[in-house]
């Protein structure tokens, strides 16, 4: 976490893809909001979503 806020000062713009769980494993949700919640902290945007569509669109 400290790493990826690091670089985000460095960085004209950043996303954070926080992954599913593979195929037949539990998602921790009780995880996923820490990550949430630390990155929120961060002033960092997040998704669940597949980040093509925000690097297809030049990053608008």
């Known amino acids: 976490l400290a790493l990826?806020?690091?670089?985000?000062?460095c960085a004209a713009a950043t996303r954070v893809w926080l992954l599913q769980a593979p195929p037949g494993e539990?998602?921790?949700s009780?995880?996923?909001d820490d990550w949430h919640q630390a990155l929120d902290?961060?002033?960092?945007p997040h998704s669940t979503t597949t980040p093509l569509g925000w690097l297809e669109s030049g990053h608008d």
């Open 4 to 9: 990826i806020g690091e670089l985000s000062r």
């Open 26 to 28: 539990a998602l921790d």
């Open 30 to 32: 009780a995880r996923l």
């Open 41 to 44: 902290c961060l002033g960092l």
